[in-house]
């Protein structure tokens, strides 16, 4: 049931739009609107928060179909569960209550900040500082690669409070847009994901109450990379959504489409690409609805389970694209047909929440 009122809504109200989001690399303003009046925004916030209270799998088939029509659209409830996750997982009771309430009406979005311009893979190395002044923490550095940097009222930033211990002394805070010495750089230019914002996020001398602080001082990195554990699920469903869309529309084309004299539907080797892309989506959908489970219930092996269920998934993604873009032959090398900027929209899963490289470091330290 959820799946088919997510897929109504997406087709109906997020859909139309998405070719002129990336063509015109601008917020998709009509899904956020459509998921925000459908509470479909960031369904992962608890009930006593206000929130819908989906599980793990709800929320990772909300994401899957929003990234069916439209991959920018989806990184909505993605990014506001990846940004609030630590508040959730680690936070006060009295920050849950005050940033869950607004996200789950819809009135703010929450972004998350680990990476930096030379700390990407290596999170840890980040440089960000945090110093603590009496009943405040006084935070500098810059935050790259930021997902709704700007979009988002809210922000969760992991800084450093302690440089001598390295990932031990890394705390995560949250920063509100409008704290004084906050702001953002230029929207960056990317190949695809056009209509979601990614841009810096600057922090000069931000002065925030001690009590923004995520969980214990030192804590910051575990929380993060507990929080990617979870969150790299969501990522598998956007891979998946992308996917399934770019067969949806080629398993429609190729009946349409006539070559010597009839559908090349009817041609055995273009049935056997079809064949593959539905096996390998089938695949990472079971893997990803596991991993989500285990997500659910806090398995101990969610850590393997996550990291394996992106990076299979995103790399079905990226080659069940650009298959799709080989079944439309030229038409789809255009932007007449969607699935190049499917194509283009897949290749970010193999890289964000941690490139696939990364993933296979996870994989190989927490093997089953
Ligand atoms: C559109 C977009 C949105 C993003 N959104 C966010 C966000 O909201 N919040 C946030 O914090 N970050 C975000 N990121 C950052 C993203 O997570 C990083 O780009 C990613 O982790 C890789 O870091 P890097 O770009 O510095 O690459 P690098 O770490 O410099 O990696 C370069 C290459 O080296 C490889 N490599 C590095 N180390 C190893 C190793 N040990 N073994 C093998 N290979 C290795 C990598 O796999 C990669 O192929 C976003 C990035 C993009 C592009």
Not at 42 to 57: C, I, K, S, T
Not at 245 to 274: H, S, T, W
């Amino acid at each position: 049931m959820l799946r088919d009122a997510v897929r109504s809504l997406a087709e109906a109200k997020i859909a139309p739009y998405a070719a002129a989001v990336d063509e015109e690399a601008r917020f998709p303003q009509e899904a956020l609107d459509a998921l925000v009046a459908n509470d479909l925004h960031a369904v992962h916030v608890p009930e006593e928060y206000g929130g819908a209270g989906a599980d793990a799998l709800a929320t990772v088939i909300v994401i899957e179909e929003v990234a069916r029509v439209c991959a920018s659209s989806s990184l909505i409830p993605a990014v506001n569960k990846l940004g609030s996750l630590p508040v959730i997982l680690s936070g006060s009771e009295e920050l849950k209550k005050k940033y869950m309430t607004p996200l789950a009406k819809g009135d703010a979005m929450f972004s998350y900040c680990l990476s930096e311009p030379d700390a990407g893979s290596d999170a840890a190395g980040m440089k960000t500082r945090a110093v603590r002044d009496g009943d405040t923490y006084v935070l500098n550095g810059v935050k790259r690669w930021i997902t709704n940097a700007g979009v988002s009222e809210y922000y969760t930033v992991m800084a450093v409070t302690d440089p001598a211990k390295r990932s031990k002394g890394i705390s995560a805070f949250v920063v509100e847009k409008s704290d004084e010495g906050v702001s953002f750089g230029a929207p960056e230019k990317k190949l695809g994901i056009k209509g979601s914002p990614t841009r810096e996020v600057y922090l000069d001398n931000v002065r925030i109450p001690a009590d923004r602080m995520i969980g214990e001082e030192g804590t910051g990195f575990a929380t993060a990379m507990k929080t990617l554990d979870h969150t790299r699920i969501t990522i598998a469903a956007q891979a998946l959504g992308i996917a399934q869309g770019a067969l949806d529309y080629a398993k429609g084309y190729v009946q349409e489409r006539k070559q010597f004299g009839k559908p090349i539907a009817d041609f055995q080797g273009v049935q056997f690409m079809l064949a593959d892309m539905a096996m390998k989506i089938e695949a990472a959908r079971q893997l990803t609805y596991a991993a989500a489970a285990k997500s659910e219930r806090g398995d101990s092996d969610l850590t393997f389970q996550g990291a394996a269920a992106k990076c299979f998934a995103s790399d079905v993604a990226m080659e069940v694209t650009t298959d799709a873009v080989q079944l439309l032959g030229g038409y789809g090398y255009t932007r007449d047909y969607p699935v190049e900027r499917m194509m283009r929209d897949a290749k970010i899963t193999q890289i964000y929440e941690g490139t696939n490289q990364v993933q296979r470091i996870v994989m190989a330290r927490n093997l089953p």
